[in-house]
């Protein structure tokens, strides 16, 4: 398994979530191992969503918040950058129209029949793409509250928790990390830190940034 996040809760538990078992399988399972215990594993709350290369932060004992992570894989056609199976399907649709004149036409044994497609080229990459969702679970509760959204997707970013010596109120902060595989494609936001007050529930995206992407 790849992609999975964990941290330590109540100080003895550790919470491993989510990750990738198989190419494109993200999973929504948890286990916790009680440290203090047996030592043994037992399944924990499952993710509201199916998440790999999300970030977790623990806030105290009771709550933990859980930013972004990676959907999942999918092929693009690099021509168009639409779906690879769209692309796939236009250039079949395509050839058959056009097969199909030739055979009213009487052309049956043509076998210079060629069909040009201007966006399918048969050529493909991987591309990942994230959430901008924020959950917090409520471990005396045992249930998971919708926060709202960061300003751009996140996976594979770096996260922590804070009090604020202005306000004294609690902060999440959330910095790096990708929204897609293709550095090319990688938002420049992304190198500027976000804030999340847990008071107002709002991020705010800080002109705090990373001297290079990460």
């Known amino acids: 398994m790849t992609g999975a996040s964990s941290a330590v809760i109540g100080g003895s538990k550790l919470w491993v979530t989510g990750g990738e078992v198989a190419a494109s399988d993200i999973t929504d399972t948890t286990e916790v191992l009680d440290v203090d215990a047996d030592g043994s ?7 509201p969503m199916a998440l790999s290369e999300h970030c977790i932060v623990p806030l105290d004992n009771d709550k933990t918040v859980v930013t972004g992570g990676k959907v999942g894989e999918r092929l693009h056609c690099i021509a168009c950058r639409r779906q690879y199976i769209t692309c796939v399907v236009n250039h ?3 050839f058959t129209s056009a097969f199909t004149v030739r055979l009213k036409r009487g052309y049956r044994n043509d076998a210079s029949i060629k069909v040009y497609c201007p966006r399918y080229i048969g050529v493909s990459r991987r591309v990942s793409d994230g959430y901008r969702s924020t959950w917090m679970y409520d471990w005396t509760t045992g249930r998971w509250r919708e926060l709202n959204e ?11 928790a804070f009090r604020s010596a ?4 609690t902060l999440v902060a959330v910095v790096g990390g990708m929204n897609s595989r293709h550095i090319g494609e990688v938002s420049a936001s992304l190198m500027r830190m976000e804030l999340l007050d847990l008071e107002t529930g709002e991020w705010t995206l800080t002109e705090h940034s990373l001297p290079y992407t990460k």
């Open 41 to 47: 594993w037992t399944a924990g709350p499952e993710l």
């Open 92 to 94: 079949i649709q395509l």
């Open 150 to 160: 960061m300003a751009d997707t996140r996976f594979s970013h770096a996260c922590s």
């Open 166 to 169: 202005a306000t004294g109120d």
